[in-house]
């Protein structure tokens, strides 16, 4: 069995890691300011519904440090010896801690709703309304400064020293430069808003053109083209997946080109879940805000007092349903659960497509985008370890690879 190298980076954070911290650390000291202002004023005035908004605002900052401390702790010991395989599962750890806290303050939101829905209190509309409002207007503007980019659904892995030294920019290169006699001629592969196409662009007119396709399993497809001015265009749809080697015909001569897929993580496996724990304690906070609001306006204009602990009650449904998708995501990445079945799949269909046989494949998440992976692979050929690592440098989100060949009995 043989890895990469003896020695390799285990570097791997999320593409947006350091983006994300900042971004959590400004929400931090935004809600520390709300609370350290709520809790004084209620000191100053008298206010108790300041004072307990201001604790409750308490718990938030809590929550948003755990995974502020996640994300600095991730990047400091990034490249510690001591983790095996690096510290991206940190922030899914403080994910999980972070929707345990969530679950607990739905328990006791719904637990004082029911209390109240049964023995009303007085309420204090002036102070109560008010204060909602503010608690409110810090959620938005919470929720905006951690908004503005995608963590964990459109950045792609980055490998590290492992073979697989490439970086990601679209699923796969879809532009081939041909050079003939009378010039340059472009192939491409255009699919933007559109099936996918076969495009010839070139400086002089070409009088014939032709295309043959030859896959993996050694399937041909023939192409003609038509001339949609300026370029010509394949007449038939490319089907997926875009892997082919490629035979073109240009005014009589013949030229080969190579298309090779690029395989990124998909779902569960590019979630940076610390950085989705932070947002959902903030989105949280904003829907109960509003659901009191409406309970409280309604309570004050028609009297309707159980009003403001029904609010609660679906305040804190809500609020479990989130804990309990978080804690479903985080708990299968700290068990090393499959995060990507579509990715073992193609994996799967790659090894055996000439033959071999995938004996074994473990496939696990090491951080956001990040993959590590074992394969064992049984073959009738004199094939070693750097031919199955050549195969699969397509796979642009496996940062860990090991490889163990055996022979065919």
């Known amino acids: 069995m043989t890895d990469a190298s ?33 809790i004084v004023g209620g000191w100053l005035f008298g206010s108790v519904a300041l004072i307990a908004d201001g604790v409750h605002m308490s718990t938030h900052v809590g929550a948003l440090l755990l995974a502020a401390l996640a994300y600095s702790y991730a990047r400091r010991y990034a490249d510690d010896p001591r983790f095996t395989f690096g510290t991206g599962k940190l922030g ?4 999980f801690t972070s929707a345990i806290i969530l679950a607990m303050i739905a328990i006791l939101i719904g637990y004082e709703s029911i209390q109240r829905l049964f023995a009303p209190v007085p309420i204090h509309f002036a102070e109560a309304i008010p204060i909602a409002v503010l608690g ?55 699919e933007n808003g559109v099936p996918p196409r076969f495009r010839l662009r070139s400086a002089v007119p070409l009088a014939s053109a032709g295309l043959e396709t030859i896959r993996l399993d050694g399937a041909r497809q023939s192409f003609a083209f038509v001339d949609r001015g300026g370029f010509l265009e394949s007449v038939d749809e490319i ?32 979630h940076d879940n610390n950085f989705r724990a932070a947002l959902v304690h903030v989105l949280a906070d904003a829907a109960v805000s509003v659901l009191v609001i409406v309970g409280l306006i309604l309570a004050k204009t028609f009297g309707w007092l159980w009003m403001d602990p029904l ?25 090393d659960m499959n995060p990507d079945r579509a990715t073992t799949e193609t994996l799967r269909a790659v090894i ?29 050929s004199e094939r070693t370890e750097v031919f199955y690592r050549e195969k699969l440098r397509k796979f642009r989100s496996l940062s860990h690879l090991t490889i163990e060949v055996r022979s065919e009995a």
């Open 6 to 38: 003896a020695f390799h980076s285990h570097l791997f954070l999320g593409a947006g890691h350091d983006k994300a911290e900042r971004k959590t650390w400004a929400v931090i000291w935004l809600c520390t300011m709300m609370m350290v202002a709520e």
């Open 92 to 95: 899914d750890l403080a994910g």
């Open 136 to 190: 409110l207007g810090v959620n938005i503007a919470s929720a905006w400064l951690l908004s503005g980019d995608d963590h964990g659904h459109h950045h792609h892995g980055h490998a590290h020293a492992h073979g697989h030294g490439h970086s990601a920019h679209g699923h796969h290169d879809e532009i081939r430069r041909i050079a003939t006699p009378d010039g340059d001629v472009t192939l491409e592969i255009f």
């Open 239 to 270: 089907p997926e997946p875009h892997e082919f080697a490629v035979n073109v015909t240009l005014n009589g001569a013949g030229y080969a080109e190579k298309f090779e897929e690029h395989h990124h993580a998909q779902g569960a496996a590019l």
């Open 311 to 335: 609010a609660g009650m679906v305040g804190a449904i809500v609020i479990a349903s989130w804990a309990f998708t978080l804690v479903r995501d985080t708990g299968a990445i700290l068990l």
């Open 352 to 380: 055996e497509n000439d033959g071999d046989r995938l004996a074994d494949l473990h496939l696990w998440r090491l951080g956001p985008g990040h993959l590590g992976a074992i394969l064992s692979v049984v073959t009738a």
